[in-house]
């Protein structure tokens, strides 16, 4: 973390905790610790889109507030565009564009007033405010009434035009897709993949996983505010399992040994497995079988966010590294990845 800004990763965080309670309480003692979140190491690349996935209350708000400057940490370090988050919190939110979950919005402005309002705010350039407009569908005649007449979806838009406006090198999103709808969702991914494209880095928290699936270069899975997976999208998706069904007319194929096959049954033709990695030595070992039909699942980010929050890839203690880089295990015996 002594790089210099232009240089720095555009988030670094090192054993960074939150921690509440434990404070002496009169005749009852102190009150019970909360670890909201626990040893987290994660850096974000410049240039990507980094998804920080769990489900509520697992720390993702708290990880958020923590960038921003707006909680102070219990242990640890991190820095945003080379800001240290505990010395230069008004530098860093100058500097970023956020969107917090379920943004609340001054309901007497017009839509047009408060926009003005925040980037005034920001001191830069609404440079980006009217390809934003257009693209999420919002016209001049709604940005002219006031806030209070918007429904939800509308209040998510000019929270999502407010956030990226002034064209920020780090956008820090939280849940940005709540209240649109489909096609309003489509638009906004198409705006994700445009700032990717011109070197933008956004740091995407939710926990809609066909989302993150869709837009995410890396993502990070947290349990209980600990980091229990970081992995590149694709090398997460080639570890999960899928399930393979398979029609013959005639005998099976042998299975058995079959690299990242597993649970082979056979019935009336039928044959079930669970497929895991490479396909390849699957489709070599059934090349001369008479397949009727083949049916292979195809990974979700579903199942591997299901796999590591239920425990199953998390054992406690160090973490261990599988072969792909995905980092897993507990954060705090340096769960990292390259």
């Known amino acids: ?89 008004p530098g860093i939110r100058r500097a970023v564009g956020y969107l917090p979950g379920g943004i609340a919005l001054y309901d007497t402005m017009t839509g047009e007033g408060l926009l003005d309002y925040l980037a005034d705010l920001s001191g830069r350039d609404p440079t980006r405010r009217a390809s934003l407009l257009d693209r999420l569908e919002l016209a001049t005649a709604t940005l002219r009434r006031p806030v209070r007449d918007y429904s939800r979806g509308m209040r998510q838009k000019i929270g999502i035009v407010q956030a990226l406006q002034h064209d920020p090198e780090l956008a820090i999103l939280d849940e940005p897709t709540e209240g649109l709808d489909p096609l309003m969702q489509r638009a906004f991914y198409d705006v994700l993949d445009e700032l990717r494209r011109e070197g933008r880095t956004i740091f995407f928290s939710s926990h809609v996983l066909s989302e993150v699936e869709r837009v995410c270069d890396r993502v990070a899975i947290i349990r209980a505010g600990r980091l229990v997976a970081l992995s590149d999208v694709d090398a997460l998706l080639q570890r999960r399992r899928r399930r393979v069904e398979m029609r013959l007319d005639g005998p099976p194929p042998p299975l058995d040994g079959v690299a990242g096959i597993s649970d082979v049954r056979v019935r009336e033709g039928l044959v079930t497995c669970q497929l895991e990695g490479d396909v390849r030595p699957f489709l070599a070992a059934i090349a001369h079988a ?49």
């Open 1 to 89: 973390m002594t790089e210099g800004r232009g240089h720095a990763p555009a988030i670094a965080t090192d054993g960074l905790s939150k921690r509440y309670g434990g404070h002496r309480r009169g005749p009852l003692g102190s009150s019970p610790v909360v670890r909201a979140l626990e040893g987290l190491s994660v850096e974000v690349r410049r240039g990507e889109i980094f998804g920080f996935l769990g489900p509520n209350g697992a720390g993702k708000s708290t990880m958020i507030r923590l960038l921003l400057g707006y909680l102070h940490p219990s242990a640890g370090r991190a820095s945003v565009l080379g800001h240290d988050i505990e010395t230069d919190g």
């Open 290 to 338: 008479s397949v009727i039909d083949l049916l292979i699942e195809p990974a979700r980010l579903e199942e591997a966010f299901l796999e590591f929050y239920e425990g199953d890839g998390v054992q406690g203690g160090a973490a261990d590294t599988a072969t792909d880089g995905t980092t897993i295990g507990d954060s705090t015996a340096g769960g990292r990845a390259a």
